[in-house]
C-alpha cells in the first residue's frame, strides 16, 4: 500500500482562493517532498522538507511537517488557474531503502 | 543545464514484445529512479540506481529490469509484456548518494500502451 495518503482526493476552488491539501504516512521519515503534475506528464518539484524542519516556504507555497502525526501539509495561497494540477508528497523512509514512496495525490481544480 | 530526457516519449507494444526504455540524467546526478504510474495504482516505485548498481527495487515481476552504464544513463526493460503494463514510465535523477535526502528531478515519462 501507499506509504502516503493524500486528502482530499479532490478539490475545487476559486482563483483567489488558498488551497490546502494534506499528506500522511505511516513510517519515519527522513525527508518528505511534493511534487505537481501536469495531465499526464512528469512530475515536477515543489519543495523538500527534512524530518527536523517543521515548516518551509516557497513563494505562495507553504509546507509544515508534523512527524509526532506523521503528516505534512501543503498550502498553496492565492491560487491561479495555472496552479490545476494534480499534487503528490514523496516519503524517504529512515530505513534506508533508496526509495520514495508517493501518496496517492490530490487533484487540484481551480476556477478562474 | 538539461533536464531529464527520456526516450521514447511515446511507445505502442502488443502482448508478450519487450520493450526498452532509456533514461538520460541530469549531468552530474549519479542516482537514477524508476517509476510506474497508472490511474489504478498510482506512481509505484520500481528500482534505484546509483554508479551503476541497483540498490533498492520495488514489488516487481522480474520482467521487470533495469541497468546503468558508466555516464549514468539507465535503461529500463519489461519482457514479455501484459496488457497491465500499460502506464507512465517515469524516470528522476538525483545528487543522492550516501545522503538520502535530495531532491529528484523528472523526467517527461514514457507513455507504454500495449495491446
Known amino acids: 500500500s501507499q506509504q502516503g495518503e493524500e486528502d482530499p482526493q479532490a478539490l475545487s476552488i476559486q482563483e483567489g482562493e488558498n488551497a490546502t491539501m494534506n499528506c500522511s504516512y505511516k513510517t519515519s521519515i527522513n525527508n518528505l517532498q511534493w511534487y505537481r503534475q501536469n495531465s499526464g506528464r512528469g512530475l515536477v518539484h515543489l519543495i523538500l522538507i527534512r524530518s527536523n524542519e517543521r515548516e518551509k516556504h516557497s513563494g505562495r507555497l507553504r509546507v509544515t511537517l508534523d512527524t509526532s502525526k506523521k503528516s505534512s501539509s501543503l498550502l498553496i495561497t492565492a491560487s491561479r488557474a495555472a496552479d490545476t494540477a494534480s499534487y503528490f508528497c514523496?516519503?524517504?523512509?529512515?530505513?534506508?531503502?533508496?526509495?520514495?514512496?508517493f501518496g496517492t495525490g490530490t487533484r487540484l481544480k481551480v476556477l478562474a | 543545464k538539461a533536464g531529464v530526457t527520456q526516450t521514447p516519449r511515446y511507445l505502442i507494444k502488443t502482448r508478450g514484445q519487450q520493450v526498452t526504455l532509456s533514461c538520460s540524467p541530469i549531468?552530474?546526478?549519479?542516482?537514477v529512479s524508476w517509476y510506474q504510474q497508472t490511474p489504478g495504482q498510482g506512481l509505484q516505485f520500481l528500482f534505484e540506481y546509483f554508479s551503476e548498481t541497483q540498490r533498492n527495487k520495488g514489488n516487481f515481476p522480474g520482467r521487470f529490469s533495469g541497468r546503468q552504464f558508466s555516464n549514468s544513463r539507465s535503461e529500463m526493460n519489461v519482457s514479455t509484456l501484459e496488457l497491465g503494463d500499460s502506464a507512465l514510465y517515469l524516470c528522476?535523477?538525483?545528487?543522492?548518494?550516501?545522503?538520502?535526502?535530495?531532491?529528484?528531478?523528472f523526467g517527461p515519462g514514457t507513455r507504454l500502451t500495449v495491446l
Open positions: 528522476a535523477s538525483s545528487l543522492r548518494g550516501a545522503s538520502l535526502t535530495a531532491e529528484q528531478f
Open positions: 514523496a516519503t524517504d523512509s529512515t530505513s534506508g531503502t533508496y526509495k520514495y514512496i
Open positions: 549531468s552530474g546526478h549519479r542516482s
